[in-house]
């Protein structure tokens, strides 16, 4: 499900708070992405890139227009078969208090490749400087809360770990929510060189609001105030 993803005059607003009009987030999109294409979503905060991510994946629905993949609406889908074709960083991913490899697993617990998959997700996410100072490797817990020997991260290290999740769940359709926000420059270069590698022949989408790097897309799609400014 992932040849051809499509928005047709999509409309979505928040509910208001009391006493408030509703909160338009997006208003009237209407995008074709094509298989294997690489999709930077432009704008400032607020402008709806977070949300059109969400309408995709039907964590939210639309109130109007439609999302299409293949010519089918999503809501014809099941929510698991949709979203199976997916892996989706979010910039507020969580951590979690387990060891290494369980934190990169959890993505995708049906994969069996083992070690050599959960490794190769860590360094392509530029995580390998948490895995050589980790004392017992795969097996060293993040945070003391179940082991007092546990490794605390900085806010750029989880970042990475979170995109080693990403990275390790087999997927047709990668996206990526402002994927470096956390990252330092030298840092946030090297993510988006690995990209080209990682996505070769897969549909990439990624939001940001900074204009670093977006040079590395095939099409950059510019949103403002939820509505498309340029294509």
Do not use: C, W
């Not at 499509?6 to 999109?29: M, Q, R």
């Not at 910039?91 to 190769?120: C, H, K, M």
């Not at 290290?157 to 926000?181: G, N």
């Amino acid at each position: 499900m992932s040849e051809i993803i499509k928005t047709e005059h999509l409309t979505f607003s928040y509910p208001p708070d009391e006493g408030k009009e509703p909160v338009l987030a997006l208003g009237g999109v209407s995008l074709s992405i094509e298989q294997g294409s690489f999709v930077t979503i432009l704008g400032h905060n607020g402008s709806g890139k977070s949300t059109l991510i969400k309408l995709l994946l039907r964590l939210y629905d639309v109130d109007q227009g439609a999302v299409k993949i293949n010519g089918v609406d999503i809501r014809k889908y099941t929510i698991s078969s949709l979203r199976k074709s997916f892996s989706v960083y979010f910039q507020d991913d969580p951590s979690y208090s387990f060891d290494l490899r369980e934190n990169v697993s959890i993505a995708d617990a049906e994969r069996t490749e083992g070690d050599a998959a959960i490794t190769r997700a860590i360094i392509d996410s530029g995580a390998e400087d948490i895995l050589d100072k980790a004392p017992a490797g795969l097996d060293t817990f993040l945070t003391r809360l179940f082991d007092r020997n546990g490794m605390e991260l900085s806010g750029g290290q989880y970042q990475k770990l979170a995109q080693a999740r990403t990275f390790y769940r087999r997927h047709s359709a990668l996206i990526l929510d402002e994927p470096s926000s956390n990252l330092d420059p030298r840092a946030e270069h090297q993510l988006f060189e690995r990209l080209r590698g990682l996505a070769e022949g897969k549909t990439v989408l990624f939001t940001s609001h900074r204009l670093t790097n977006v040079a590395l897309a095939d099409r950059i799609v510019v949103l403002e105030h939820g509505r498309v400014l340029e294509d």
